[in-house]
């Protein structure tokens, strides 16, 4: 079953970020995950909520995920993710 990826992300160093959205795609890819959505334009239909950088991404399945998230390569950017941003992270099923 199909697993989305939804994030929201605080990012409170610009330039060091780069490095994450250069780094982040081939890895996401190397485990059959692809970006749905990164970065567009919000509008806030209902609520309070008021993201300040979307990703939505799809991978096969929760294994997936958590094997990109545990991915050794994947750790420096994980950990400089960690230093330059604040992130609220959900895997829910789908489709």
Do not use: C
Request: hydrophobic share 45%.
């Amino acid at each position: 079953m199909a697993v989305y990826v939804i994030v929201n992300i605080n990012i409170k160093d610009l330039p060091a970020y780069d490095a994450y959205k250069t780094g982040a795609p081939p890895l996401v890819s190397k485990h059959g995950g692809e970006y749905l959505a990164r970065g567009g334009a919000t509008e806030v239909l209902e609520g309070e909520w008021v993201p300040s950088r979307l990703a939505i991404l799809k991978f096969p399945d929760l294994a997936a995920v958590k094997a990109l998230l545990s991915d050794p390569e994947y750790q420096p950017l994980k950990s400089l993710r960690h230093s330059i941003a604040d992130t609220q992270m959900v895997a829910v099923e789908g489709v």
